[in-house]
């Protein structure tokens, strides 16, 4: 049987359909020692490096011949390639190794192998090879693997637990990029995958494991944890019963509910975020790539809270939605992310109407800053909320805006002076 390796474009493709096309290292950052060399595409996230090393190839075979043993012997030759060449790059990089040992802080480093797999019919009547392979089409195989594959067919080097190699389909791996749509909710499956292959888990396919994950506890631990310190500072009073509810074992039911709310509005705030970006492109005044950066960088859950906040815009009273008003909320990612969301006044002489708000977003922000001392956030943005009548119809329009400024320490007569003009913004 011959192999054929054909161009890498469909995994260019792929990164450039999602989130991980604004994290790819490009090669003059990758050659620093402190990364592994050799694999195809680093991505450098806020909380964890992930290696890519990728496997495409395209078999010719009788169509006759096709079936489920054949492919699954092609499926462990293409997969032990990916072992093979993981195993002899990790070995090289002695230095990536020791730089990772020596620095406790290190974010974890995650190393993914992915497979495509094709197949060109061959007819057994024709002798020109050259002819054969180039008029043939290729016909994609769409498969998974399993804890089962592994323990039988191609076994993993699960010693070291931090460099073992997770291996997925390109199809698989496509699909769980469309369900996990940031990089924190795409690294806590890894780890969560991780965690089922050095702990001899048994489950039948990827497929099957993201859908346990995301209605398990392991999905909502994170938020629990960042509300634990929220709650620990008094900046909540407690935590999200939904949350406490959901991460229990007996409740995937509501789990399951829950996960494909989050995933609704997880949906909607993509629609108005690209539609931010878009705007802000076309007028000449893109977002920085640091505040993209950041916003990309959260969890499906906190995107959820958003657009709940914007959802209940329905059910404020017409006096605030005529002179504005202001809700909070926190990234439920990480701790120390705030987000000051302002619902824009549709009376254009109130203080946060569209315009005085665009214009003043810098001094809200260091109010705001001044207020979160206690302790002091990493970051702040402060979130327009524009609802618009649609012309045409009885509907409205969102539009956003999005401020970012870094947390930071202020003294003490500064902080009362920051105090003073929010009491008289607000008398105003």
């Not at 039911?253 to 802000?280: D, G, H, P, V």
């Not at 505040?291 to 914007?310: G, N, R």
Request: hydrophobic fraction near 40%.
């Amino acid at each position: 049987m011959d192999t054929q390796q054909v161009p890498p474009s469909i995994w260019q493709q792929m990164i450039q359909q999602n989130f991980l096309s604004l994290y790819d290292l490009p090669e003059d950052r990758i050659t620093d020692p402190e990364y592994f060399q050799g694999y195809d595409f680093v991505f450098e996230f806020s909380n964890a490096t992930v290696y890519l090393i990728v496997n495409d190839v395209v078999m010719q075979a009788n169509k006759q011949d096709i079936d489920s043993t054949q492919v699954r012997t092609w499926r462990k030759e293409v997969v032990n390639q990916l072992i093979k060449q993981h195993a002899q790059l990790y070995l090289k990089n002695d230095k990536a190794i020791a730089n990772k040992n020596e620095a406790a802080f290190n974010k974890p480093v995650y190393f993914i192998g992915l497979t495509s797999l094709s197949v060109q019919h061959q007819d057994s009547s024709q002798n020109d090879q050259q002819n054969k392979y180039s008029e043939t089409p290729s016909y994609a195989v769409g498969y998974e693997y399993g804890s089962q594959f592994f323990a039988e067919d191609c076994v993993l080097d699960l010693d070291d637990e931090e460099s073992v190699l997770q291996v997925f389909s390109y199809q698989n791996f496509s699909e769980i990029l469309k369900q996990l749509v940031t990089p924190s909710d795409l690294t806590a499956f890894l780890d969560f995958h991780r965690r089922q292959l050095t702990g001899f888990e048994i489950f039948e396919d990827e497929s099957t494991l993201l859908t346990q994950f995301l209605q398990a506890p392991d999905f909502h631990q994170r938020a629990i944890e960042v509300q634990e310190q929220l709650v620990k500072y008094e900046l909540i009073e407690q935590i999200e019963p939904r949350l406490l509810r959901a991460a229990e074992p007996e409740q995937t039911e509501f789990a399951a509910a829950l996960m494909a709310e989050i995933q609704k509005n997880t949906r909607m705030w993509y629609k108005l975020f690209n539609s931010l970006i878009k705007s802000c492109y076309e007028a000449g005044t893109p977002l920085p790539k640091e505040q993209v950066d950041i916003l990309v960088d959260e969890s499906m859950y906190t995107y959820a809270c958003l657009i709940e906040k914007i959802l209940a815009h329905r059910m404020i009273a017409q006096e605030s939605r005529w002179t504005g008003y202001v809700r909070h909320e926190h990234s439920y990612n990480v701790f120390g992310r705030h987000y000051l969301i302002v619902f824009y006044a549709q009376d254009e002489k109130s203080s946060l109407s569209a315009d005085k708000v665009r214009a003043s977003h810098q001094d809200l922000l260091f109010e705001l800053n001044a207020q979160m001392q206690q302790p002091i956030m990493q970051e702040l943005f402060l979130i327009g909320v524009d609802v618009r009548p649609c012309e045409d119809s009885v509907n409205t329009e969102v539009h956003l805006d999005a401020f970012h400024q870094h947390g930071s320490l202020i003294d003490a007569n500064t902080q009362r002076l920051y105090q003073q003009l929010a009491q008289l913004r607000a008398q105003s």
